[in-house]
């Protein structure tokens, strides 16, 4: 169900939200916290659908913060969306324009879940400061994605200067799954430490960046860094030790190889994740991501931009 509201205020809004639920039963019962997703000027469907998709795992109340095109005189229009078209959560896009544009916590604050943690979400547009801005203030947790800027790079490493705790970035998420295949491979004989490692991928993912920014924080050792125009995200990791190398290298973006000394070699389902796995990872934990803060603050620095 959609309901559409032009010209509206958020205490219009809430009336609405109530008579939805008078209407349909009770709402807004089970929801685990309110997230936010702030678009500035991008088109919110992508990232809806995502919040949507993630939902299912973390019901909850998503306020879609969005600008108005056009639009110059102080206006807001609403969307809530319900049922089949919100998941297992509810959905109340705000656009607003003029002067409403610079006061998205107050449009927000009214339509928080009372007594639920808040989680921000910035999909495109790194703020200067995360922990520093209005929406980024009231949240436990602050959620940005550097994938998405014009110079991933530059962006990561200006968020390691303003780091607080609570951020994360959507670049360290996707490499969850190589981080965790690379530890459970370290974590079997020889037991050798690793002389020097190289990190292969896309010239310009800042996942290949915090890969092997992880890697020289934990194995404390060379990091080299392969940066290949065109390629899919991280495509290979590669660790030196005296025993031999232990390669593991996905090409396609789909399968990877196991290569270990003395062994034989491994095929293993290594997907580009999805935007909604990234999401639903991130809403599992509403404490600090200190390992994230580590890489961001410490390691990134070991890593030659």
Known sequence: ???DLPDTSTRAINGRLVKA???GGAVA??????L???LGGHDPEESIEAA???SREHPCRIIVLADQPGHRAASLDAQIRLGGDAGASEVIVLRSAGALRSHSDTLVIPLLLPDAPIVVWWPYDVPDDPGAHPLGAMAQRRITDSVNTTAPSKALRHLAEV???GDSDLAWTRTTLWRGLIAATLDQAPFEPVERALV???SKHPSVDLMAAWLAEALDCPVDVERIPGAPAITQVRLDRKAGPIILDRPDGKTAALIQPGQPE???ALPIRQLRECLSEELRRLDPDEVYGEVLRTGLAKVQS
């Open 1 to 3: 169900m959609i309901i």
């Open 36 to 38: 936010i997703i702030d």
């Open 163 to 165: 780091y607080s705790e």
């Open 29 to 34: 019962l089970g929801r685990v916290l309110t």
């Open 21 to 23: 639920r008078d209407e």
């Open 200 to 202: 292969s991928g896309e």
């Open 52 to 54: 949507n998709d993630a």
């Open 266 to 268: 491994h095929r293993i």
